[in-house]
């Protein structure tokens, strides 16, 4: 747009300037389009990458392109089939920069733009290498669900703390038996605890051909095992589905033996209200101290609470892996048994 000239002829540029200004303070103004403008300013990404990273579908994810392409903050170049975006940089009017660079600053210390940084680093990597196919799992909709959800990989990558072919470990909250069946060629024994007698089922077929598991249906608030009967305890995906998290916890730490290990693996707190109503899940995810005070309120030690790498098709929000002992201490009787005499006394069967 040209300048109006005043009544005494002077070149009024102010109008246009505003202008200007409202319209990129506009296509900034919603949230997803400044965080696909900030991933777009350092890598060239397509619209199915963009999806990935901020969870969104495609046509959303290419809505709030055009907007950014229309006010001159993006452009796109084709690649094959896909068109690549980045941010139009040097070609960027300089008070356009100045506002970007607010913004910028502003936004990357947000969880969300941490989140993003995780899932940016994923997908670049699904370009380096050739990424292993996942199979499709005949055990029924949670683990179609859950796949969906978060991947197949990031449960084998978190169970690595956990082998020692002399301990025995409790899956708690196992649902269909897949982490029982990754620990079970490794470990003396697991014990699979779930409420859900249609789980407990299906773990059951999962694990017919393994010998050292043994499933039990009982509540995580009242566990149906003995005192100081396990060197390590899982809690996948389970906490969030409880209503009262500290009293599991405790009762974990009721059936560790002292310096047994806890490894949880749970979502960062998120604002998906959905879940509730279509999952069942009482708690939107955790603040990293709220569980913190839990664990040591529960008698566990120096909790390590890391983030886990997503996995690029995962749809849900971002896990971490918070891996804890017990507090070594004795038992209440005085006594501690080693594992020897435990395992003596617990029957080699599963039901």
């Not at 029924?140 to 470990?169: H, I, K, N, P, Q």
């Amino acid at each position: 747009m040209e300048p109006r000239a005043d009544t005494n002829g002077a070149a009024t540029q102010q109008p246009g300037v505003l202008g200007s200004m409202l319209g990129w303070m506009s296509s900034l103004a919603d949230p997803t389009r400044a965080r696909a403008l900030r991933l777009v300013e350092s890598h060239e990404l397509s619209v199915a990458e963009l999806c990935s990273i901020l969870q969104a579908p495609q046509s959303t994810v290419s809505r709030h392109l055009k907007v950014l392409s229309d006010e001159g903050w993006v452009a796109a170049r084709p690649e094959g089939t896909s068109r690549l975006y980045r941010m139009s940089g040097e070609t960027l009017d300089p008070a356009a920069r100045r506002l970007w660079s607010l913004l910028r600053e502003q936004a990357a210390g947000t969880v969300l733009a941490e989140q993003d940084d995780q899932r940016l680093q994923s997908v670049l990597a699904e370009r380096r290498t050739q990424s292993q196919a996942f199979f499709s799992s005949s055990a029924g909709e949670w683990d179609r669900l859950r796949s969906e959800m978060f991947g197949d990989r990031f449960d084998r990558t978190a169970l690595a703390a956990l082998l020692d072919e002399s301990w025995t470990v409790g899956d708690l909250g196992c649902g269909t038996g897949q982490w029982a069946e990754v620990l079970a060629p490794f470990v003396h024994r697991v014990i699979a605890v779930d409420s859900s007698a249609a789980m407990l089922k299906a773990a059951r077929q999962r694990v017919s051909d393994r010998d050292n598991v043994e499933l039990r249906r009982g509540e995580l608030e009242a566990l149906p095992i003995d005192e100081a009967s396990l060197d390590a305890a899982t809690l996948c995906l389970v906490l969030h589905h409880v209503p009262d998290p500290p009293t599991v916890l405790r009762e974990v730490a009721r059936v560790l033996v002292p310096g047994g290990r806890l490894l949880i693996v749970d979502m960062f707190r998120h604002d998906r209200i959905d879940y509730q109503r279509q999952m069942g899940h009482v708690w939107l995810g955790f603040e990293r101290l709220q569980l913190e005070e839990w664990l040591r309120d529960a008698g566990f030690a120096a909790p390590r609470i890391v983030p886990l790498p997503p996995d690029p098709r995962a749809k849900g929000p971002a896990l971490f892996a918070a891996a804890v002992r017990r507090e070594a201490t004795e038992r209440r009787n005085g006594t501690h048994p080693g594992n020897s005499s435990r395992r003596a006394s617990r029957p080699d069967r599963r039901r």
